[in-house]
């Protein structure tokens, strides 16, 4: 009778059904949860059986070549440190416990893990590793590379990792391949997923190196490929590995498909554009609307040998914006920030530079659910109420809606309210020069990066100088922009933040007051604010889906209405432009960012010759 058998009467085994069902549902860490996949809310979509994902084929035939290219060099073969800049597509040569399908909002099966076991509670996990995972010299990976690696990577790693891991408590090895992790008290659910996300790394090969150092040692991984040729600032090469160990894992069927990858580093995107049209790479992921709209009526795409194609998704959208550095204590007064935005020209910019190819952001969760709009609703004012003394009225009485023009008068209207807002608050000009109240001229930088956001960015401080606002434009390379982004050396830059469907411990480190002091974390703005850092915290505590979007709505409409940054635009469709050598699936995965895994389901059909004429 199992766990009845001392209970010998009727009376008796009523009462110890009755003690049992009340332990289990007043102490949710009673049920143990067994697993193949975790989702944050409701159920996986593929069940414990599952052979592949959907959007992949069981036609993909393995070989061939895929030749990327890159914009400017790298330094580095390390990704996890805050020093270096890091060759592109390294992620291909490491596994984790877990991954994330594409065609879900937020849900992470085994990899590295064959299983999982946690309770009800989620105030714990055990990650039981598959025996026949094994790095890529052919010794086993253990429990042991994944306590080395979480330590290692949140004493040495890039602060991103200590901040998005601050709630776990304790890692252990339990035997030689299960590992536990342990969360602290009040932690979110999320954390069993996002311990799953921890990159594994080799304590054999790791624990004689100095990690912390920017290293172009070739490193050691478990993934589906190899670094076999570096040429910094040239060139990577990656093979796939011959009996990669996770080849029949049904979350790699049908995926990594190429014999090799290249990518091939450019300084000037023109010239980049240029060899993809002479046929030097395969696969092109076009960001800029002018050239898609101009670049691409060649022969090579008239007569079907070379493919432009857009493919829609549902990813969420984040927030492109310039990015006003709060450590330069002009951009600390409110008042000017929003006169800044309201000298920004989206709809200028998008008719006359994009060919009308992008909407207005107004969220820094566009193209989501999570977007705010509107007035707080009842249960967003439940969060916000207590801080009304420390918010914009606005906040409770307007919704957020970006600047808009007419788009051919020079922005004049927006302008004038600019400048009341700037005479309101005791700026005055002299000498076609603003000046703040206490007599400070204001005057500031924008860095860039690509030289081809200069006429985007032009048209803007033209009618910032129109205001009195003085500015110049420096365009570095991407190895000084990224130190000096580190390093919160800047006075505006442009930016993309990235979001996901399931925010959670990824925005402490985007907004949190203890971010903004520490170098190298994605806190760029330099946001130090109580009521953000609190509604941050609600992020990460929402226990359902509904608590979530209302703690989203709210933290959104709260960075909107400080006019931290100047939003930008985006757009729900891939750009894609490949020479046609390609098969892939028929289904697309729906959240693909940048449409990396998509690129990794497809294969080589067919040799294309070098174009003759372009």
Sequence with gaps: ???????????????????????????????????????M?????????????????????????????????????????????????????????????????????????????????????????????????????????????????????????????????????????????????????????????????????????????????????????????????RSIRYEHVEN??????????????????????????????????????????????????????????????????EIPHSNPAGMQAFALNLRNPLFQDRQLRMA?????????????????????SASYFSNSFLASSGLPTEEELNLLEPYRDQLPPEVFTEPYSPPVSSGNDNNRSNLRKAKQLLDNAGYYVKKDQLYTPEGTPVRFEFMLYDPSFKRITNPFVKNLARLGIQTNVRVVDASQYINR????????????????????????DYWDSRSAAVAGSRNFMGIANPVVDALVAKVISAHSEAELVTATHALDRVLLHMHYVIPHWHIDRHRIAYWNKFSRPQVSPSYDYRYETGLMTWWQSSTTPRPKDH
């Design 244 to 309: 990669y160990w996770a080849e029949d894992n049904p979350t790699r069927k049908g995926l990594f498909n190429f014999r090799s990858i290249s990518v091939d580093y450019y300084r000037d995107e023109d010239v980049a554009l240029e060899a993809f049209k002479a046929g030097e790479y395969d696969f092109r992921y076009e960001r800029v609307s002018k050239l898609w709209a101009t670049a691409y009526d060649i022969p090579a795409v008239r007569n079907g040998t070379m493919i432009r194609e």
């Design 485 to 508: 982004q580190r390093s919160f050396d800047y006075d505006i830059m442009t930016l993309v933040i990235q979001q996901s469907l399931n925010p959670g411990f990824e925005q402490r």
């Design 41 to 233: 809310h409701d159920e996986p979509k593929y069940g414990p059986g599952f052979r592949r994902f959907a959007y992949t084929s069981p036609d993909a035939i393995k070989g061939g070549q895929l030749r990327l290219y890159a914009m400017g060099t790298y330094d580095s073969l390390n990704p996890y440190i805050a020093k270096g800049t890091p060759a592109d597509e390294l992620g291909l040569i490491y596994d984790s416990l877990t991954v994330a399908s594409a065609d879900e909002p937020y849900t992470q099966y085994g990899l590295l893990a064959k299983s999982m076991e946690y309770p009800e509670d989620r105030s714990w996990i055990i990650f039981q590793i598959d025996p026949k995972a094994r790095w890529h010299d052919g010794e086993a990976v253990t429990a042991a590379d994944v306590v080395f690696s979480f330590h290692l990577l949140m004493e040495k790693g890039n602060p991103f990792y200590s901040f998005y891991y601050s709630d776990v408590e304790k890692v252990e090895v339990v035997d030689r391949l299960r590992v536990r992790f342990r969360f602290k008290p009040g932690s979110s659910r999320e954390m069993v997923m996002i311990a799953g996300q921890l990159p594994v790394l080799p304590k054999h090969f790791w624990e004689s190196r100095d990690f912390s150092r920017s290293s172009l040692e070739v490193p050691l991984g478990s993934g589906p490929y190899r670094i076999v040729s570096t040429d910094p600032g």
């Design 340 to 360: 800044m935005e309201l000298a920004f020209d989206f709809e200028w910019t998008n008719r006359n530079l994009f060919y009308g190819a992008y909407k207005r």
């Design 1 to 39: 009778m199992g766990r009845y058998q001392h209970c010998r009467t009727l009376l008796t085994l009523l009462l110890c059904l009755l003690y049992t069902i009340g332990a289990a549902a007043s102490d949710p860490s009673s049920r143990i949860i067994r697993a193949h996949a975790i989702a």
